[in-house]
């Protein structure tokens, strides 16, 4: 079992920076972790996912060159380094844990609930 709890969204201006953690509990380290998001009237999108040993990241395009996912097991914490934010990317962020990585949302057991992030012009 894995609870986890994300933090760090807000209000930031196109153009900023945002970094969200999501602080998880249980058996961490062994988990593959997701990111995604979901903005009002629309499914919920993948944006990242790493393996246990942050070896492995893969995002969606939307997001490649301006997101970096990471972790620190020793924190049982996982990273959202959001730069260069443009409207779009205004959405709740969700993290989530799996035994694999996967773009795919059903894939995962466990989710947060969620951090909002609006982006303004």
């Known amino acids: 079992q894995v609870q986890l709890v994300e933090s760090g969204g807000g209000l930031v201006q196109a153009g900023g920076s945002l970094r969200l953690s999501c602080v998880a509990s249980g058996r961490f380290g062994s988990y593959a972790m997701g990111w995604f998001r979901q903005a009002p009237g629309k499914e919920r999108e993948f944006v990242a996912t790493m393996n246990w040993s942050d070896e492995y990241t893969v995002y969606a395009d939307s997001v490649k060159g301006r997101f970096t996912a990471s972790r620190d097991n020793a924190k049982n914490t996982v990273y959202l380094q959001m730069n260069s934010l443009k409207l779009e990317d205004t959405a709740v962020y969700y993290c989530?844990?799996?035994?694999?990585?996967?773009?795919?949302?059903?894939?995962?057991?466990?989710w947060g609930q969620g951090t909002q992030v609006t982006v303004s012009s």
């Open positions: 989530a844990a799996n035994y694999a990585t996967s773009r795919y949302a059903y894939a995962y057991d466990y």
